[in-house]
C-alpha cells in the first residue's frame, strides 16, 4: 500500500485543508524564535485540530537535553506565551522529542536520520519530514548542505525545507545561498519565511484587490497619486543588539516586511489563484521596482537612529546605551526611502517606504492616496478637498477605512472628510491568529503561495543595493539622523516627503 505523501497544492488559499502525517523538525530549537513564535504557534494548530495525530516535533540544537527537559521548557515557554492558558498543553507535549544536533557534525545527523526513522515507526510519520532553520543565519547555507548531504532532503515529495530571514545580507550573498539552496534540493520543496506573509490582513491585500470588481479599474496611475507603506514599532531593539547592529532596519525591515507589501499591494491580478501564479507576478512587480533615484541615492532615503525620550515616569534610553549597542554605532533604527515601478500600471506614482523602532505608535498599514477631484464646487472645511484615501490596516487595529468627503451638515454646501471603516474584530469576532500560525500551517502542507520564492528574493535585495553600497562606502552621504523616541522619527524625513508636496500619514 502507498504511504500518503505531502499533497501537491494547487487549491492554494482556498480552502481548509488537512496536514498529513509528519515529522516537523526545528533546529535552533534552545533559541529566542522556538520559545516564542514557533511552539506557541504549534499549540495553536493544536488546539484548533489542525496537527495530524500521526505527527512530532523534533527539537535539535547543540545543547544536551533529554526529551522530557526540551518539554518542560516548552511547558514554561507556553505558559509565558499563553499567559497561563494551557489547557490540553499535556496532550500537546506528547508530540515533542528532542535530539541534540551540531548542524556542522556529518554524524550527529546521521544520528538524526536514525531518529527520524524510529519516530517514523512509533509515531507512523511515513517519512514525511519538515525541516525548520532557525539557526543563526551564517549557517542556513552550511546547514542544508549537510541536510542534503545526509540524505534528508533526497525525496522532494516528503521533505521540506523552511529557511527563516534573513535569507542574505545583499543581492550578493543571497544569489550565493540560493546557489547552494538549490544544489542542495529542489525549489519546490524550499520555503523561505517572511513572517508578514502570514499576517491575515496582509493576505487581505489580495482579496480586497481580487475579490472585489470595483478596486481593480482604479488601482493604478490613473487614480492613485501616492502610496505610503508603514511599518512603525514603539518598541526599541530589545536584546537583539548582536545581531540588529550589523543588519539596521534597512535590512531587518525594508528589504523584507515592506517589500512584501509592496509588491502585494503593486502586483498584476494572476491568471488564476496558484502559487507560482502569485509569485510569478509579485517577483514581476519587483523586479520593475526601484529607487527613486538610483544614481544619487541619498536623495531618496533619510536614516535615523532612536535618542532617549519617553515620559518622566518612563524615561528611554537611546539605541547607542542599548545593552550590547556601539556607544558610537551608526546603525540605523529608522528609514525611510521612496521607490517607483516602471510599469503600465504604476508609471510616475511614488511607493514611500518607512519603518522604524521606538516611534510614536505601534502600527503598520498600507495608505493609498487617489488623485483630487479635477475641479472643486465646494468649499471645504480646513480650505481644500482632502484625497480620498483607502487605509489597509495591517495591524494592530486590523481592518481597513475608505476616507471620502461627504456634505457637512447646514444650509452651505461645504464638504469635509470622513471615514467608512470596517475592523476584522468587529466582524469576525475574533483576532486573527498570529502570522507563524498560517506559516508553520502552510509549510507543513506543501503550500508555497505565502514564501518568497529565489528570485522573489533577489529581486528585493537588487532593489536596495544602492543604498547598501552607498552606507558601506560613503556612510557620510546617508548619516543616521537622531530622533528622539516615541516620536515619528527624524525630521529630515518629511522633507522626503514635502518636495513633492506631501505629508506623512501620522494616525
Ligand atoms: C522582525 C524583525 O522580522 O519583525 C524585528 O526582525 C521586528 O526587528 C519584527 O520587531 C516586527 O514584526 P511585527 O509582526 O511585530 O510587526
Same mark, same amino acid.
Given at each position: 500500500m502507498s504511504t500518503p505523501t505531502i499533497n501537491p497544492l494547487r487549491v492554494g488559499l482556498r480552502q481548509e485543508r488537512v496536514i498529513t502525517p509528519q515529522c516537523l523538525v526545528i533546529f535552533g530549537a534552545s533559541g529566542d524564535l522556538t520559545h516564542r513564535k514557533l511552539i506557541p504557534a504549534l499549540f495553536q494548530l493544536f488546539l484548533q485540530r489542525r496537527l495530524p495525530s500521526d505527527f512530532a516535533i523534533i527539537g535539535c540544537a547543540r545543547r544536551p537535553w533529554s526529551d522530557d527537559e526540551f518539554r518542560e521548557r516548552m511547558a514554561q515557554a507556553l505558559k509565558r506565551e499563553t499567559k497561563n492558558n494551557t489547557k490540553g498543553v499535556t496532550q500537546f507535549l506528547e508530540y515533542l522529542f528532542y535530539e541534540s544536533v551540531d548542524l556542522q557534525q556529518p554524524?550527529?545527523?546521521?544520528?538524526?536520520?536514525?531518529?527520524?526513522?524510529?519516530?517514523?515507526?512509533?509515531?507512523?510519520?511515513?517519512? $514525511? !519530514?519538515?525541516?525548520?532553520?532557525?539557526?543563526?543565519?551564517?549557517?542556513?547555507?552550511?546547514?542544508?548542505?549537510?541536510?542534503? =548531504?545526509?540524505?534528508?532532503?533526497?525525496?522532494?515529495?516528503?521533505? =521540506?525545507? /523552511?529557511?527563516?530571514?534573513?535569507?542574505?545580507?545583499?543581492?550578493?550573498? @543571497?544569489? @550565493?545561498?540560493?546557489?547552494? /539552496?538549490?544544489?542542495?534540493?529542489?525549489e519546490s520543496q524550499v520555503f523561505r519565511i517572511d513572517h508578514y506573509l502570514g499576517k491575515e490582513t496582509v493576505q487581505n491585500i489580495l482579496v480586497m484587490r481580487f475579490a472585489n470588481a470595483i478596486f481593480e479599474p482604479i488601482w493604478n496611475r490613473n487614480y492613485i497619486s501616492s502610496?505610503?507603506?508603514?511599518?512603525? %514599532?514603539?518598541?526599541? /531593539?530589545?536584546?537583539?543588539?548582536?545581531?540588529? #547592529?550589523?543588519?539596521?532596519?534597512? !535590512?531587518?525591515?525594508?528589504? $523584507?516586511?515592506?517589500?512584501?507589501?509592496?509588491?502585494?499591494?503593486?502586483?498584476?491580478?494572476?491568471?488564476?489563484?496558484?502559487?507560482?501564479?502569485?509569485?510569478?507576478?509579485?517577483?514581476?512587480?519587483?523586479? @520593475?521596482?526601484?529607487?527613486?533615484?538610483?544614481?544619487?541615492?541619498?536623495?531618496?532615503?533619510? !536614516?535615523?537612529?532612536?535618542?532617549?525620550?519617553?515620559?518622566?515616569?518612563?524615561?528611554?534610553?537611546?539605541?547607542?546605551?542599548?545593552?550590547?549597542? $556601539?556607544p558610537t554605532s551608526t546603525t540605523e533604527t529608522y528609514v525611510a526611502t521612496k521607490l517607483f515601478i516602471d510599469n503600465w500600471r504604476w508609471q510616475g506614482v511614488p511607493f514611500y517606504l518607512r519603518t522604524g523602532k521606538r516611534l510614536a505608535k505601534r502600527l503598520s498599514e498600507v495608505v493609498l492616496t487617489f488623485r483630487e477631484a479635477p475641479?472643486?464646487?465646494?468649499?471645504?472645511?480646513?480650505g481644500s478637498?482632502?484625497?480620498?484615501?483607502?487605509?489597509? =490596516?495591517?495591524?494592530?487595529? #486590523?481592518? @481597513? #477605512?475608505? =476616507?471620502?468627503?461627504?456634505?457637512?451638515?447646514?444650509?452651505?454646501?461645504?464638504?469635509?472628510? /470622513?471615514?467608512?471603516?470596517?475592523?476584522? %474584530?468587529?466582524?469576525?469576532?475574533?483576532?486573527?491568529?498570529?502570522?507563524?500560525? !498560517?506559516?508553520?500551517?502552510?509549510?507543513m502542507l506543501g503550500d508555497p503561495t505565502l514564501f518568497t520564492r529565489n528570485d522573489e528574493v533577489e529581486a528585493a535585495w537588487r532593489l536596495y543595493t544602492p543604498l547598501l553600497e552607498l552606507i558601506e562606502d560613503r556612510p557620510w552621504q546617508l548619516p543616521t539622523y537622531p530622533y528622539e523616541s516615541r516620536t515619528w522619527g527624524p525630521a529630515e524625513s518629511d522633507a522626503l516627503l514635502s518636495k513633492d508636496e506631501l505629508l506623512w500619514r501620522r494616525p
Amino acid at each position: 500500500m502507498s504511504t500518503p505523501t505531502i499533497n501537491p497544492l494547487r487549491v492554494g488559499l482556498r480552502q481548509e485543508r488537512v496536514i498529513t502525517p509528519q515529522c516537523l523538525v526545528i533546529f535552533g530549537a534552545s533559541g529566542d524564535l522556538t520559545h516564542r513564535k514557533l511552539i506557541p504557534a504549534l499549540f495553536q494548530l493544536f488546539l484548533q485540530r489542525r496537527l495530524p495525530s500521526d505527527f512530532a516535533i523534533i527539537g535539535c540544537a547543540r545543547r544536551p537535553w533529554s526529551d522530557d527537559e526540551f518539554r518542560e521548557r516548552m511547558a514554561q515557554a507556553l505558559k509565558r506565551e499563553t499567559k497561563n492558558n494551557t489547557k490540553g498543553v499535556t496532550q500537546f507535549l506528547e508530540y515533542l522529542f528532542y535530539e541534540s544536533v551540531d548542524l556542522q557534525q556529518p554524524e550527529d545527523l546521521i544520528k538524526l536520520g536514525k531518529r527520524l526513522e524510529e519516530i517514523d515507526r512509533i509515531k507512523a510519520t511515513h517519512s $514525511n !519530514r519538515t525541516f525548520y532553520l532557525s539557526v543563526s543565519p551564517k549557517f542556513y547555507g552550511s546547514g542544508c548542505q549537510a541536510l542534503a =548531504r545526509a540524505g534528508l532532503l533526497n525525496d522532494p515529495k516528503r521533505s =521540506r525545507l /523552511v529557511i527563516e530571514k534573513p535569507f542574505g545580507r545583499d543581492y550578493g550573498s @543571497a544569489q @550565493a545561498l540560493n546557489q547552494i /539552496v538549490q544544489s542542495s534540493c529542489q525549489e519546490s520543496q524550499v520555503f523561505r519565511i517572511d513572517h508578514y506573509l502570514g499576517k491575515e490582513t496582509v493576505q487581505n491585500i489580495l482579496v480586497m484587490r481580487f475579490a472585489n470588481a470595483i478596486f481593480e479599474p482604479i488601482w493604478n496611475r490613473n487614480y492613485i497619486s501616492s502610496v505610503q507603506i508603514t511599518a512603525a %514599532e514603539t518598541v526599541g /531593539v530589545e536584546e537583539r543588539a548582536g545581531y540588529y #547592529e550589523s543588519s539596521g532596519a534597512l !535590512r531587518d525591515m525594508v528589504q $523584507n516586511h515592506l517589500t512584501q507589501m509592496l509588491a502585494i499591494t503593486a502586483m498584476e491580478p494572476p491568471g488564476h489563484f496558484d502559487p507560482e501564479a502569485i509569485r510569478n507576478e509579485k517577483a514581476k512587480v519587483l523586479q @520593475a521596482a526601484h529607487l527613486a533615484n538610483e544614481l544619487e541615492p541619498w536623495k531618496c532615503c533619510v !536614516r535615523g537612529q532612536y535618542e532617549k525620550g519617553g515620559s518622566r515616569s518612563k524615561p528611554l534610553i537611546g539605541y547607542r546605551d542599548e545593552p550590547g549597542v $556601539n556607544p558610537t554605532s551608526t546603525t540605523e533604527t529608522y528609514v525611510a526611502t521612496k521607490l517607483f515601478i516602471d510599469n503600465w500600471r504604476w508609471q510616475g506614482v511614488p511607493f514611500y517606504l518607512r519603518t522604524g523602532k521606538r516611534l510614536a505608535k505601534r502600527l503598520s498599514e498600507v495608505v493609498l492616496t487617489f488623485r483630487e477631484a479635477p475641479v472643486h464646487l465646494f468649499d471645504a472645511a480646513g480650505g481644500s478637498p482632502t484625497s480620498n484615501q483607502l487605509i489597509l =490596516r495591517i495591524q494592530p487595529d #486590523e481592518g @481597513a #477605512e475608505f =476616507r471620502f468627503e461627504v456634505k457637512s451638515p447646514g444650509s452651505g454646501m461645504r464638504s469635509r472628510p /470622513v471615514e467608512m471603516e470596517f475592523s476584522y %474584530e468587529e466582524s469576525f469576532g475574533e483576532p486573527s491568529d498570529e502570522g507563524y500560525v !498560517r506559516l508553520l500551517a502552510d509549510a507543513m502542507l506543501g503550500d508555497p503561495t505565502l514564501f518568497t520564492r529565489n528570485d522573489e528574493v533577489e529581486a528585493a535585495w537588487r532593489l536596495y543595493t544602492p543604498l547598501l553600497e552607498l552606507i558601506e562606502d560613503r556612510p557620510w552621504q546617508l548619516p543616521t539622523y537622531p530622533y528622539e523616541s516615541r516620536t515619528w522619527g527624524p525630521a529630515e524625513s518629511d522633507a522626503l516627503l514635502s518636495k513633492d508636496e506631501l505629508l506623512w500619514r501620522r494616525p
